[in-house]
Structure formats: structure tokens, C-alpha cells
């Protein structure tokens, strides 16, 4: 990557947010007995099927409070109960900033798909364990599914104590529909469109990470929602909307699953070749407390095969209507990566910029990285090569939370311009980590690969307008926003 950066992110002075009130001041994990035992596989034999919980008969509605009660209780009555409601909760909290700099996020980065699934696999057998059910199966989000992108009611209703499944630190209205834009057909078709594992997970760790598309544009924009519709509060968000709580709202697992199915169906799209393939992603371990408070350590090998090694599926969404991935599998891919010539690196100097409520166009360069001088010497690049949109840099104030779409040759463009046809790329959600953390904290990357429908309208060198539209949770421009980021640009890879 050529470009060379002459200003520095100019650290626009965040005031800090104040903590959520239910964020724990530590949330490390009770001191494990002694070294982790290697998980073996899951235990048992039959395998649990994780149904929408749209599709949740009523004795399956009772169940899961009583399993959500039951671990309430837990909590209640022995804090330190490793496998206790808010014991479990800080274990999303530990691995995303409550840790420390010597605990990696998993979010932002590849492990962010892999890490959930596991966390998932113990919560979810632990709640199976409180019912006395091994074939206890956590139910899936489908916001995907047409008419189901709104809370599941057994979540909202009875809006009070006496449902384990209701939290009182959410923004949204009951029987209230996301924005059809954050999980349209369209959206997730583009979604399960993307060729290069990278897209769709993410990439290897590092100061920055790169997230996957699955992450910063769905995953993310349903957090925000279910806290801050419309965008009001920079400040002051709890449990969905900010990482370290998030794990406090029972929906965060159903969400999760949801977001775990869409992984497996995207994968069977697509077979092996959609995985990276190196050592550090697939020997990663991370340990958990089991359903008999067993420090356990599991790797990414072992969780990639979900019915293989720990027992789950998921049945099929059978609403009325059609899923979006049933439109996508249908759609040809296209898989011609589109070369530009090395000579349009951009050399001029680039000014870090601020993006306010006000939507902005900026003109980005469209480069080559040098992995295409090693494709082309003959070196096999990591997946198929294909064309990003990046947005480097990307910095909020520590409580921050926005949407930002994007479009391409569109200047005009602002909130009421579709989310649809060849100039849209996407758009792209920041949710905050931790509520005193650094200016820094949510400060990441974020890349967009290019469909085949906007690589028509994208040349191959030269700049391009690119349009950024802040967004509220909902389709509205947010209040008071600032994000800062440093540079926008187009780049084969
Ligand atoms: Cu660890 Cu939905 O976030």
C-alpha cells in the first residue's frame, strides 16, 4: 500500500462517556482450578436444533425463561458461580477490551466468527444443563427473514421481572421493525455474495483489525438498533448497544445465533476454500467454564465443524415468505477479478477528515497493493482477488455509535437516496466496546468488496466520488455525531 499518510488522525477531544451503569468493573473470570482440559467433542449424541425463535412452540417459549430464570438465579446465589447469568455475561465483556491489552478482541478481526460460536456452544449447554435438557437449543434471531426483523415477542412480552428474556435497556419500541435497509433481501444477498473469506470474516488480528462484512454491516447495525433507534444517545448506551454489556440482554444470543447460522450457510456455499487456512486462525484456543464449571480450552479447528464436533444445527426459517440466502443461492457469482494498472497509486498526501451528521463526498483514489505484483509472480494469494472500498481509521468518540452508507459516483446522495443498485457499497456500523475506554477504542478499518453490480460503475484507475451518509439507528440523520477517519480509497487484493 503506497499511500503515505502525512497527517495524523488529529484525536478530536472525546469527552469520555460515562460507564453504563451495569458495567462491571472488572469482568475477569473466576480463577480457573488449574491447567484447561482439551475439549473432546460435545458429549451425547443427539443433535440440538436451534430453531427462529419466531417458530418456538410454547412449551419451548417456557422452557428457555425457565432456563434464563435459572441462570439468573444462579447468579444471584452464587456470584462466583463461573457459569452464573452476569459470570456469563463478562465473558463477552473480558474478550472484547475488559481484558486488557493482553486479552485479543474478538471483534474486529477473523477470530470474531469462530470465538462467538464457542462462547455460544458453553452458554447454551449450560442452560440445558440448569432445565435437566441435554437437547436444550438456543433459538436463532432470524432478522433476515422477511417480517421477523423485529424483536422475537417472547423476548418483549411480558415487558417485565417475570420473563427472564426482557431487558429493560433497550431503545426500541415493541412489534417496532428495524429499517428494512439493515437486513433488506438486497443486503443480505450482497452479504452472502462475497467470494474471499476476508470479506465475509474478517482479517487476522492486529493494532487495527479489519472485520468482516457479516460483522461491521449487519451484526453490528442490529446492536445498535435494539439500544439507540434513533441515534440520539453518543453517550450513555447500555447492554446491546455497547460490547461490554451486550451480553446482559438475553436477545444478544439469539442475535449471535443468527449470525452463526448465516456463517454456515455462506460456508455451504461456498465450501473449504472459504476458510483461512493458516495455523494461527485454526490452532487459536480460548477456554471456557463448562456446564460442570470444567475449565475447558477449545481451539478454532475444533469448532468449525458445528454437527461434527459440537452437536448443533439449525432448521430452516419456514415463515411465509422466501430468506434472503434463498435469493442468493440462486444468483451466478462472478468471480473475474477486475486488474487495474499499478500506475495509479495515489501519491497525494491525504488529510485526515471528520465526517458530522451531514453526508459528505470525498474523492478516493483507486490503487493496487503490491499483492498483485506477487499474484502475478506467480505466488498464491490468500483467496480470490477482488476490489475493496476501504475507509481506514475509523474513530468515534468512546461511547459512540452510528451507521454510515456508502455510496460510489452518487455526490448528491444523502439519507433518502436507496440503499440499492450499482452505486450503493454498503454501509458500515460502529458499535462502542467499553464505556471508559480510550479515544482509540473502537478505532478500526473497515472494507467493503465490491459486487459485481458496482464493479461496473467503478474504473479501473483514476478516483471516484465516495459518499458517506450518516445514519441513525433507523433511516434518519443522527444527532451531534462525530466520526473521524483518515482515508477512503479503492484497492485490488
Ligand atoms: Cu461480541 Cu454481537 O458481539
Redesign the pocket.
Known sequence: MSITLVAILPSPSYAQCPRPSNEPATCRPPTPPGPPVPFQGDIGSSTRVRKSAFELTSIEVDRLRQAFAALRKLSEDDPDDPRGWLQQANV?CWH?GGGGASVAN??GNYWFLPW?RAYLYFFEKILGKLVGDPDFALPYWDWDTRGRNLMPPPYVVPSAGSNSLFDAYRGVAPGRAMPASATSPQEIKRLLSLRDWASFMGGPAGPRGVPGEIEFRI?NRV?QWVTDPRGQANCGVQDMGI?ST?AQDPI?YA??ANTDRLWEVWRAMGGEQRLPTDAAFRQRTWTFYDENKRWVSISVEQVLDSAGSLHYGYSRPSPGGRTGHEHAASQPLTTEPMLAPSKSVAKAPWVAQLLTSEPQTVSAPIVVSSEIASFEAGASPLGPMVRRLHIDGVAMPPGGSTTVRVFVNLPGADERTPPSGPNYVGAFTVVPHHGSGHADATRQDVAFELSAETEQVVPSSGEIPVSLIPLAGEDMRPLGLTLAYEKVYVVTE
Do not use: G, R, S, Y
Request: proline share 0%; aromatic share 16%; net charge neutral.
Open positions: 463477552h472484547c474478538v471483534h462467538h451484526h446492536h460490547f451486550a444478544f442475535h449471535h
